[in-house]
């Protein structure tokens, strides 16, 4: 099996697909590498693509009217993206960014749409997947309207509980790829007043701030902020 197929096989959601198939849908995506920093499309750019992230990270955010960043989505190894654009030909509907080195497959509408033909489980695969997105960016709507930073910050550490969490001993181990400032874009705040949350946190018992690490040493009292 050719190298890009063989990684394709990682993918979930490319789970199921036969080797054959795997070979074939390899030979169409085209493999893009982007520099930390390096913006993929801009929002209202012609959506052209379904992106799959190889390895690296990307960031999904929109402008407000004021000009500040809303981050919506950080994607990272595996992870597919844009895919919005194969159902309605419009344009892309946010700006992605590489927010470390990243290595990207790209693929095209038309090929998406013929794969998609002969293998409809990948559309209710893909179905589920925009599904997903939409109630987390209701419940972050839900957030941004009826919370105040303390109960944005506790949904949004439980929201990668749910995803990245790792169970150890002293609690959930997140490896929060994210600095402060990237938290506070996605929650609607300042820097200074993530750090501040989570101090409180730390101090209520709640977490333990460890370099890059967050670990959620108490669940229950987590939610209760939310």
């Known amino acids: 099996m050719h190298k890009n197929a063989e990684l394709l096989k990682k993918v979930p959601f490319f789970d199921g697909l036969t080797e054959q198939e795997l070979e074939t849908l390899s030979g169409v995506m085209i493999e893009r590498t982007y520099a930390k920093g390096t913006i993929l499309f801009f929002e209202s750019d012609r959506g052209e693509a379904l992106f799959v992230i190889n390895h690296g990270r990307v960031k999904i955010s929109k402008a407000s009217l004021d000009g500040r960043e809303q981050i919506l989505?950080?994607?990272?190894?595996?992870d597919i993206?844009?895919?919005v654009v194969l159902f309605d030909r419009?344009?892309?509907p946010a700006t992605a960014e590489a927010v470390e080195d990243t290595q990207c497959w790209l693929l095209r509408n038309a090929d998406m749409e013929r794969l998609l033909q002969a293998q409809p489980a990948l559309a209710v695969k893909l179905l589920r997947i925009m599904s997903r997105r939409l109630r987390q960016a209701q419940?972050?709507?839900?957030?941004l309207a009826l919370h105040d930073t303390y109960g944005r910050l506790a949904s949004l550490l439980l929201r990668f509980m749910r995803l990245?969490?790792?169970e150890s001993t002293k609690g959930t181990i997140l490896e929060m790829a994210l600095t402060r400032q990237e938290m506070a874009n996605m929650i609607g705040t300042s820097r200074e007043t993530v750090a501040r949350v989570l101090s409180r946190f730390q101090k209520d018992g709640i977490l333990l701030l460890d370099k890059q690490?967050?670990?959620i040493k108490d669940e229950a009292k987590l939610r209760e902020w939310t």
Do not use: S, T
């Open 90 to 92: 419009g344009p892309y």
């Open 213 to 215: 690490r967050i670990i």
């Open 139 to 143: 419940l972050l709507i839900r957030d």
């Open 73 to 78: 989505h950080m994607y990272k190894d595996g």
């Open 81 to 83: 993206f844009a895919e």
């Open 164 to 166: 990245e969490g790792r």
